[in-house]
């Protein structure tokens, strides 16, 4: 079982930046690729970034692609997707969820998720 909890979220104006950060409880972390995902309002959950186990691969959706960065700490359990030049269309709840087997931007294929945080970008 892990347990996830996103933080970071928040009101900002477009061109600004924000930093999520997903702790993760459990021994096993480094097990999982981690995925951010999001669900704008009125929208469909869609894939924004996803990292593997040690870090050594990273994947973006093309709309965020050179705007966000993600990482992870397996030290201290933790994912981060580091948001800048943030537009209005970014607007949405942001997920983190831990990906055991599977293709990782189908949401569909993780195992656990967070609860969300909310990122508002503002024009």
């Known amino acids: 079982q892990v347990h996830l909890v996103e933080s970071g979220g928040g009101l900002v104006q477009a061109g600004g930046s924000l930093r999520l950060s997903c702790a993760a409880s459990g021994r096993t972390f480094s097990s999982y690729t981690m995925g951010w995902f999001r669900q704008p309002p009125g929208k469909e959950r869609e894939f924004v970034a996803a990292?593997?186990?040690?870090?050594?691969?990273?994947y973006y959706a093309d709309s965020v692609k050179g705007r966000f960065t993600i990482s992870r700490d397996n030290a201290k359990n933790t994912v981060y997707l580091q948001m800048n030049s943030l537009k209005p269309e970014d607007t949405a709840v942001y997920y983190c969820?831990?990906?055991?087997?599977?293709?990782?931007?189908?949401?569909?294929?993780?195992?656990?998720w967070g609860q969300g945080t909310q990122v508002t970008v503002s024009s």
């Open positions: 969820a831990a990906l055991r087997w599977g293709t990782y931007y189908q949401k569909d294929a993780y195992n656990y």
């Open positions: 990292i593997t186990r040690n870090g050594g691969s990273t």
